[in-house]
């Protein structure tokens, strides 16, 4: 699976869109990018996953780059309750249960 | 609807004993992952039970091994605790075992002392 870089840490001002970017520029062409979050002292979230076509959800929208090297989690009205760790995972569908979870990027959403 | 359920929350054993950890998937599943996650880290992944048997393993030692009941549940047991094993132990379930879509449950807190 390709490797993904996540940046440590990000605010977002409580009613704002928060906009998690994920780089993946090793990705190949039967990957997926998926998204989990994990609030604190609880298991992770599944948020939303695709290929290459921007996806949207009651959570969230993912817009994927045309070139697929990089991808942006959008919550469109961050709450306090939506403080956590965001996961960028890249996976190929299909092929294995496994999640490869890295650090993650910790978002702290202020009032 | 049930989501994923885990028991118990936490757990003190001492170097050396033996532990075993519990986990019923959300309702319509049939797969279930285990994952430790140690404070600080991302969760890593260490089996995979599908159909009552062991289908993909992560990089941990014999001491861990599971179980798949036909109700789907499933169990982790860990064998002769370290201190290192003190972690969150994360039970995740699944529609089949290539599904990327995971639900995850509270998980186990255990401490080795």
């Known amino acids: 699976d390709a490797k993904t870089t996540q940046p440590t840490s990000m605010d977002c001002a409580e009613g704002r869109a928060a906009n998690l970017p994920c780089n993946h520029s090793t990705i190949s062409g039967n990957e997926y990018v998926y998204w989990y979050r994990q609030i604190h002292s609880q298991g992770p979230q599944y948020i939303i996953h695709g290929l290459k076509n921007n996806e949207t959800n009651e959570m969230a929208s993912l817009i994927i780059t045309e070139d697929r090297k990089s991808s942006t989690l959008i919550l469109p009205h961050a709450t306090l309750r939506d403080t956590a760790v965001y996961y960028c995972?890249?996976?190929?569908?299909?092929?294995?249960?496994?999640?490869?979870f890295g650090q993650g990027t910790t978002l702290q959403v202020k009032p | 609807d049930a989501g994923v359920t885990q028991s118990p929350t936490h757990l003190i054993k001492t170097r050396g004993q033996q532990v075993t950890l519990r986990c019923s998937p959300k309702s319509g599943h049939d797969t279930v992952s285990w994952y430790q996650q140690a404070l600080g880290q991302g969760p890593q992944f260490i089996f995979q039970?599908?159909?009552?048997?062991?289908?993909q393993r992560g990089n941990f030692p014999d001491r861990f091994s599971g179980h798949q009941f036909p109700n789907y549940s499933s169990e982790l047991n860990v064998n002769a605790l370290l201190l290192g094993d003190s972690a969150l132990y994360l039970c995740?379930?699944?529609?089949?075992?290539?599904?990327?879509?995971?639900?995850f449950g509270p998980g186990t807190r255990l401490l080795v002392l």
């Open positions: 039970y599908y159909e009552e048997e062991e289908r």
């Open positions: 995740a379930s699944s529609s089949g075992p290539t599904s990327g879509a995971q639900y």
């Open positions: 995972i890249v996976r190929v569908s299909g092929n294995t249960g496994k999640l490869i």
